[in-house]
């Protein structure tokens, strides 16, 4: 990964992840110390919340499909590393969030 191209995107639109029962398991130490990273590195990058969060749900049985799936994260990160939220300790903040999520598009384990 380290010579890896960025891209613009956390997941892909068109993606559907699902159980992939007939797909080629991975490591799932691997998987699950990836995903542990990426669920670290949301509080201050709320960008990738979706699809970390999606990309955990397959942590007990983890196929190729979805260690693309995080690699591509890891390719989003390269792109945008710069990106981030800064709580500054000496201003009091309000701090406004909206979001706009698929649930609807969502397949369920």
């Given at each position: 990964?380290?010579?890896?191209?960025?891209?613009?995107?956390?997941?892909?639109?068109?993606?559907?992840?699902?159980?992939?029962?007939?797909?080629?398991?991975?490591?799932?130490?691997?998987?699950?110390?990836?995903?542990?990273?990426?669920?670290?590195l949301?509080?201050?990058?709320?960008?990738?919340?979706?699809?970390v969060?999606?990309?955990?749900?397959?942590?007990?049985?983890?196929?190729?499909?979805?260690?693309?799936?995080?690699?591509?994260?890891?390719?989003?990160?390269?792109?945008?590393?710069?990106?981030?939220?800064?709580?500054?300790?000496?201003?009091?903040?309000?701090?406004?969030?909206?979001?706009?999520?698929?649930?609807?598009?969502?397949?369920?384990?």
């Amino acid at each position: 990964m380290s010579n890896a191209k960025g891209i613009g995107t956390p997941m892909s639109s068109s993606l559907k992840l699902d159980k992939d029962e007939k797909g080629k398991t991975v490591d799932e130490k691997t998987y699950r110390g990836m995903i542990g990273s990426l669920l670290y590195l949301t509080a201050s990058r709320p960008d990738i919340m979706f699809a970390v969060c999606l990309c955990a749900r397959f942590q007990p049985c983890p196929k190729e499909s979805h260690l693309i799936a995080v690699k591509r994260i890891l390719r989003y990160l390269i792109s945008s590393y710069d990106y981030g939220l800064w709580y500054s300790t000496q201003s009091c903040f309000d701090l406004i969030v909206s979001t706009d999520a698929d649930y609807s598009g969502c397949n369920r384990m």
